[in-house]
């Protein structure tokens, strides 16, 4: 079964086994046809009325993209487009019908069961003030899943708007059964800030951090994509011969971060490798077919990347 690989850009190897798997067909994408029966049993789980729910499936898993709320940015060149003259990003936005004023992204997470497991991708901003969020809990309650029906926490990076559901507003732990995973990198950096000490003692008797690459649990592996921050991972669910690829940051906006993989992000920690593993990771996206889902790009964020006119676009899952 071939994985996704790292995209640690800055090593030769490690490209060549980026296009080394181009040539190879496209498999069954994940499906957003009809609903996939509730994810907990039937007196537990409330009708799905909510709008913050999109069910999908990954082969026979079932899953669903959880909103929690929304960014807003100023489109000032010094957040997505970081010295690029404002003219250029405006042609990108307004190609992709999006205002010229502000950059929108979404938060959102991702919950799939596989067997006896409940899986949560990222948690969302919580009630940070950067952000127009915190839905996160009401989105998972209208999936039918308790935040202690959770088994696992897949965490792509330490950043607040991934990591702010994880506790409550006093500190506490939300999801008390779930394994925390997230890279060792990723942990080590998150373990050495001081701003971080009530996160860290809130999760870590539940944390896993797990060796960049490796296969987390049976059928999620976690995928190296360098430079948002020092140990940033998408993930591969696969079941059978579909495929997803959660993406975390390796892209933020649906237009500029895609089309324009090369123009500078503030947020990326390492610039210039970030960009690199961002054009390598769309590349192999694009060319093996994969379903892809980001939890920035306009809600329910399921989609593909495709070339176009020398570049990439976005083109969601109708």
Not at 76 to 85: F, N, R, S, Y
Not at 125 to 145: E, I, Q
Request: charged content about 20%; glycine content about 8%; proline content about 9%.
């Amino acid at each position: 079964m071939r994985r996704f690989t790292s995209t640690r850009a800055v090593l030769p190897i490690a490209l060549a086994a980026l296009l080394a798997g181009c040539a190879e067909p496209a498999s069954p994408p994940a499906t957003v046809d009809a609903p996939p029966p509730p994810m907990a049993t039937a007196d537990t789980a409330p009708a799905d009325t909510s709008t913050d729910v999109h069910r999908f499936t990954i082969g026979r898993l079932d899953a669903a993209v959880l909103r929690d709320g929304d960014i807003r940015v100023p489109n000032d060149g010094k957040t997505l487009a970081v010295g690029v003259p404002k003219p250029e990003v405006d042609a990108v936005l307004t190609q992709a019908g999006e205002p010229t004023d502000t950059v929108h992204l979404a938060v959102q997470a991702m919950l799939v069961r596989s067997g006896d497991r409940v899986l949560l991708f990222d948690t969302g901003a919580g009630d940070a003030d950067f952000a127009d969020a915190g839905r996160l809990p009401a989105s998972l309650r209208a999936a039918g899943v308790e935040p202690a029906q959770v088994t696992d926490i897949f965490i792509s990076h330490a950043h607040p708007d991934h990591v702010g559901g994880l506790t409550d507003g006093a500190g506490q732990a939300v999801f008390a059964n779930a394994t925390v995973h997230l890279s060792a990198p990723e942990w080590q950096a998150v373990q050495a800030a001081p701003a971080n000490a009530a996160l860290v003692a809130a999760i870590s008797p539940r944390v896993d951090a797990f060796a960049p690459g490796a296969e987390i649990v049976p059928g999620v592996t976690a995928v190296a994509v360098d430079g948002h921050t020092p140990g940033h991972s998408a993930f591969e669910i696969v079941d059978g011969d579909a495929r997803l690829l959660y993406i975390g940051d390796a892209a933020h906006h649906f237009a500029v971060s895609v089309q324009r993989p090369q123009w500078t992000i503030a947020f990326d920690g390492d610039a210039p490798v970030a960009e690199a593993s961002r054009e390598a990771l769309l590349a192999r996206i694009a060319d093996s077919g994969v379903t892809v889902a980001s939890p920035h790009f306009p809600y329910p964020g399921l989609g593909r990347i495709v070339r176009r006119d020398g570049t990439f676009v976005w083109a969601p899952l109708q």
